[in-house]
């Protein structure tokens, strides 16, 4: 089990495309070393909501543009990793995101 902390910037939500569910992710703000130009580079952070934490869809969309911290667990495969989140589910804010500051 990992935590994320970042930046929420988006909740996504659309239908599976073999078994027709909804399926939720949220997408934080974060940053990747790329080799190619030897620098951090912005990128953004899929995490897929687990199916025991929709009911906390809500409380997610609320939460867009404030900085987060959600338990996930991490799968890799072949050479990606996909993050879900795990335990209980529930954000914690860790700071409170002004319009300013998001602009």
């Known amino acids: 089990m990992k935590l994320v902390k970042a930046k929420l910037i ?31 580079v912005p990128s953004s952070l899929p995490v897929k909501l687990s199916p025991e934490h929709h009911d906390l869809l809500l409380n997610y969309q609320r939460l ?14 072949d050479r990606n990793v996909y ?7 529930i954000p914690m804010i860790l700071k409170e995101v002004t319009t300013a500051e998001s602009k």
Do not use: C, N, Y
């Open 64 to 77: 867009q543009g404030q900085e987060i911290a959600v338990e996930v667990d991490v799968t890799p495969v």
């Open 10 to 40: 988006k909740v996504e939500s659309k239908p599976d495309a073999k078994t027709g569910l909804m399926v939720h992710r949220l997408i934080f703000k974060d940053k990747h070393f790329d080799r190619g130009l030897e620098e951090w």
């Open 83 to 89: 993050f879900r989140t795990s335990g209980q589910g």
